[in-house]
């Protein structure tokens, strides 16, 4: 399944008083701006990838004996695939970590909150956005989210239907 929807019933709150009430999260804010990083612009996707060595790195693997019995070439393969079913792990969790930001936006309290919280959100984007360039672009195979993840991303968001659905106050 590629695609799959759910509710959110946490209680949002606008705040119509747009004055500065915590300076500390002014600043994470401020500070967020300056920093902010493009995936497209600030890395350099077209840099060459180390050339591949004659023979695959040294890792636990070597002393498992199916994969002892893997011809060099399939050892290649085979650390690809467990690469590339790792990462796709990260975009997926990252997407999970973009939905549960997004969320804190409509409940967060205060003016400067939800202005911290959608900079929380774009941040998370942009981990998503770099995760899934890397696959597209170096790694070019992606996996389906694991049966762990999607449980472990299934149970917080149970959780957090099943609490007082109410939100952090600042």
């Known amino acids: 399944v590629l695609f799959r ?10 705040n119509w008083d ?9 600043r994470l804010y401020e500070l967020g701006k300056e920093l902010n990083w493009n995936v497209e612009k600030d ?6 990838l180390p050339e591949k060595e004659d023979n695959p790195p040294a890792i636990f693997w070597d002393e498992y004996e199916p994969y002892q019995k893997l011809s060099t070439e ?9 690469a590339s079913w790792s990462i796709s792990q990260f975009l997926h969790g990252e997407q ?8 804190l936006v409509s409940c967060a309290p ?11 959100t774009f941040d998370e984007a942009r981990h ?14 992606s996996y389906p989210i694991g049966h762990g993840l999607k449980s472990l991303l299934e149970i917080g968001r149970a959780t957090r239907l099943n609490s007082s659905h109410r939100c952090i106050s600042y």
Request: aromatic share 14%.
């Open 110 to 120: 205060t003016y400067n909150a939800k202005l911290y919280a959608a900079s929380q």
């Open 96 to 103: 999970g970590a973009l939905l549960v930001a997004s969320q």
């Open 74 to 82: 399939d050892k290649f393969k085979f650390l690809q695939h467990r």
């Open 43 to 48: 890395i350099d996707w077209d840099q060459p």
């Open 5 to 14: 929807s759910f509710k959110t019933p946490l209680t949002g709150s606008y």
């Open 128 to 141: 998503v956005e770099a995760f899934n360039k890397y696959i597209q672009k170096r790694v070019g195979l």
């Open 18 to 26: 747009y004055t500065i009430q915590d300076n500390r999260i002014k």
